[in-house]
């Protein structure tokens, strides 16, 4: 099936810095969606964005749904170590019963 | 609210076996419930969707047969591994739609291992 491509794959940072990751897709989503997966657990929803060019934070969380509706970005700010997790964003288009399609993924590492 | 749980959280079977995995909506109604496997360094990959009280809908790939999900009330959808191989091992996450609303929550996930 289609994933959605994120980037990057991977991060080390160290506390207290400031994180960016973002989304691309080759087609365009009416929903934008960031979620966190800690290992062995299912995904928590961070963050949900309903239309193009809105800018949503929660917490030390900013994401915005671009304008083309292809794609969106993640910020973190002030890392601690419990951010340490994947983080996924999520595309999901109205009329196709609510499917979720994923990205690839960003693994984030906090050193102290 | 909103919880959805999983059960088992684990499971280890022999290869030929058959398991079964439950998901509930404790707090909610779900007319629809999805099915996700994750593979190891990778991402969540639709499986199907199940919806109460009619047929699932399988994903391209996805073997309808050897994948069996009944989604028999508006609370429960199990998803049964036939003839599992090792190659069914993978990480099973499922999710439930709250009726009327387009937002899912994702249960905890059950680790499946195929010896």
């Known amino acids: 099936g289609q994933q959605l491509n994120q980037s990057p794959q991977s991060m080390f940072i160290q506390e207290g810095e400031d994180v960016s990751m973002n989304c691309t897709s080759s087609s365009i989503f009416n929903t934008w969606l960031w979620y966190k997966q800690d290992p062995g657990e299912g995904p928590v929803l961070l963050i949900a964005l309903y239309k193009a060019g809105e800018l949503t934070s929660n917490g030390r969380l900013t994401a915005q749904f671009g304008i083309t509706r292809k794609d969106s970005f993640l910020n973190i700010s002030a890392s601690i170590p419990s951010d340490v997790g994947i983080y996924f964003c999520?595309?999901?288009?109205?009329?196709?019963?609510?499917?979720?399609?994923f990205g690839t993924g960003t693994r984030l590492q906090v050193t102290l | 609210g909103a919880v959805v749980s999983q059960h088992p959280s684990r499971v280890i079977c022999k290869s030929g076996t058959s398991v079964k995995i439950e998901c509930r909506s404790l707090?909610?109604?779900?007319?629809?419930m999805f099915w996700y496997r994750q593979f190891p360094k990778q991402s969540l990959m639709l499986m199907a969707t199940s919806n109460e009280g009619s047929k699932a809908t399988y994903e391209q790939g996805v073997e309808k047969d050897k994948f069996l999900i009944n989604h028999a009330s508006l609370t429960l959808s199990t998803l049964t591994v036939t003839s599992a191989h090792p190659e069914d091992s993978s990480f099973y996450i499922c999710?439930?739609?709250?009726?009327?609303?387009?937002?899912?929550?994702f249960g905890p996930g059950t680790r499946l291992t195929v010896l």
């Open positions: 999710s439930a739609g709250a009726s009327g609303t387009d937002t899912q929550y």
């Open positions: 999520a595309g999901q288009r109205t009329g196709t019963a609510s499917k979720l399609t």
């Open positions: 707090d909610f109604q779900a007319t629809t």
